[in-house]
């Protein structure tokens, strides 16, 4: 059967997803949940009852300590080998492939109910690089995510570059003939996209892409400042005789990685704590490690850095992570320096990523004329000030940050 429905866009991201089409020549966006645009790319299937929620419902659940699993940046997952594995949720046996296209038959679904129309083809936002230039999961990455649309309903698919949407949308700059530069820094990846604008439209000169993005900030956050707080970085005393040996360090890794939080709760995972637990040096932290894995916290952790890494950021006066989850009243303190310290790797590699860009189009830094923010976390002052200091003659703009890659993917999409 040929498509002929309209084609939606749609932007999956690693934390938030939108979706949006062209009517009378806009943009519109799909109100996934009432009166919002955007909504949460989290899972959480329930036991009790035995559904799945998505987005604001699935986090609630969370929040309120309902029985059964969360899951979230799972866009992380594609091109892995964990896509296929089979595994059981609900007492039924899923691969990550339909999870994530159940989701976005859901999408599907609520764009359709709220326009009347049919969208039997999808643009796809993906970002240039999902794993690393070269890295052999990039072509697989691509391929799962066209199964989860396919196994979604939609029948053709297509996709567009992240930042290359963004551009899209940014449109034409103030004067035809200029450069600009689209930095999108979002929950998983940080993607380039240079423009010429000319004129009504928009020319793409360069592409460029890194895997760094706001669920790494956490995960250097939560390791450098909440993990030594469970015993991250002690000392065991040996089983048999004199002398201490490290904490392996595998599970607080893990534990602070948003993709890898639901498969630590296992009982070999719980045994060897209760192990480390009898042996260790400081045992109150160790038996917070067992708390958290006994409670199944390690989502909770993971949104309490998350909000702190938001509020430090944002400037609040006494920034810190609150751990009461894990134990009334523990905090782990977040100063400008600790957040500076622990996000500088990555502030390099953005500014090595916005040179490569450079460097593929051929431009130097000067000619650039703006740059044009688009994801959450290019609201970090850290990535902007990277950026200021790269482009200080450029102008600098925030505009419709969370949802400029869903505009450009609707007006490329109806096209
Ligand atoms: N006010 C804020 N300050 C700093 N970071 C923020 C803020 N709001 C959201 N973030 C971060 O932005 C990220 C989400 O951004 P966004 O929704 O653009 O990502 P995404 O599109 O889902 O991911 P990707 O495009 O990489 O797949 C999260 O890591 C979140 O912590
Ligand atoms: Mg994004």
Same mark, same amino acid.
């Given at each position: 059967?040929?498509?002929?429905?309209?084609?939606?866009?749609?932007?999956? !991201?690693?934390?938030?997803?939108?979706?949006?089409?062209?009517?009378?020549?806009? @943009?519109?966006?799909?109100?996934?949940? @009432?009166?919002?645009?955007?909504?949460?790319?989290?899972?959480?299937?329930?036991?009790?009852t035995r559904r799945t929620l998505i987005g604001d419902p699935a986090n609630q659940a969370l929040l309120d300590g309902v029985e059964g699993r969360f899951m979230r940046a799972l866009k992380r997952v594609l091109g892995t080998g964990l896509m296929h594995e089979k595994r059981q949720i609900l007492n039924r046996s899923v691969t990550f492939v339909e999870i994530i296209a159940r989701f976005l038959n859901q999408i599907k679904i609520r764009a359709e109910a709220q326009t009347g129309l049919t969208f039997d083809r999808v643009l796809s936002g993906r970002p240039v690089v999902f794993h690393g230039t070269g890295d052999p999961r990039? @072509?697989?990455?691509?391929?799962?995510?066209?199964?989860?649309?396919?196994?979604?309903?939609?029948?053709?698919?297509?996709?567009?570059?992240?930042?290359?949407?963004?551009?899209?949308?940014?449109?034409?700059? /103030?004067?035809?003939?200029?450069?600009?530069?689209?930095?999108?820094?979002? !929950?998983?990846?940080?993607?380039?996209?240079?423009?010429?604008?000319?004129?009504?439209?928009?020319?793409?000169?360069?592409?460029?892409?890194?895997?760094?993005?706001?669920?790494?900030?956490?995960?250097?956050?939560?390791?450098?400042?909440v993990m030594p707080l469970l015993g991250k970085g002690g000392l065991l005393r040996k089983a048999m005789g004199p002398g201490t040996s490290p904490i392996p360090n595998a599970i607080y890794n893990d534990l602070a990685t948003w993709e890898k939080i639901p498969f630590v709760y296992t009982p070999q995972n719980r045994r060897m704590v209760a192990e480390m637990l009898r042996l260790a040096q400081q045992p109150d932290r160790l038996s917070r490690l067992a708390r958290v894995l006994e409670d199944e916290l390690g989502h909770d952790l993971a949104f309490a850095v998350e909000r702190g890494k938001i509020a430090a950021n944002?400037?609040?006066?006494?920034?810190?992570?609150?751990?009461?989850?894990?134990?009334?009243?523990?905090?782990?303190?977040?100063?400008?320096?600790?957040?500076?310290?622990?996000?500088?790797?990555?502030?390099?590699?953005?500014?090595?990523?916005? /040179?490569?860009?450079?460097?593929?189009?051929?431009?130097?830094?000067?000619?650039?004329?703006?740059?044009?923010?688009?994801?959450?976390?290019?609201?970090?002052?850290?990535?902007?000030?990277?950026?200021?200091?790269?482009?200080?003659?450029?102008?600098?703009?925030?505009?419709?940050?969370?949802?400029?890659?869903?505009?450009?993917?609707?007006?490329?999409?109806?096209?």
């Open positions: 059967m040929a498509p002929q429905g309209r084609s939606l866009g749609i932007d999956f !991201g690693t934390s938030n997803s939108a979706a949006g089409y062209l009517s009378d020549g806009r @943009p519109r966006l799909i109100e996934l949940a @009432p009166g919002q645009t955007t909504m949460p790319t989290t899972f959480f299937f329930d036991y009790d990039e @072509p697989l990455a691509e391929e799962d995510l066209r199964r989860c649309y396919l196994e979604a309903g939609f029948l053709e698919v297509d996709f567009l570059p992240e930042p290359q949407a963004a551009a899209i949308a940014a449109g034409a700059l /103030d004067q035809p003939g200029t450069i600009g530069l689209i930095v999108d820094v979002g !929950g998983g990846t940080s993607d380039f996209s240079l423009f010429r604008s000319d004129g009504g439209g928009i020319t793409i000169l360069a592409n460029h892409g890194v895997r760094i993005g706001g669920t790494d900030f956490d995960r250097a956050i939560n390791i450098d400042r944002a400037g609040e006066a006494q920034p810190r992570i609150l751990l009461d989850q894990v134990e009334r009243g523990l905090y782990a303190p977040l100063p400008p320096e600790a957040l500076t310290d622990s996000l500088a790797r990555h502030a390099a590699a953005l500014a090595e990523g916005a /040179d490569e860009t450079l460097r593929l189009a051929g431009i130097d830094a000067g000619d650039v004329r703006q740059v044009v923010y688009v994801g959450g976390s290019s609201l970090m002052s850290m990535v902007s000030g990277t950026m200021k200091a790269r482009f200080p003659a450029a102008g600098h703009s925030f505009k419709d940050v969370f949802t400029a890659v869903t505009d450009g993917l609707a007006i490329a999409a109806g096209r």
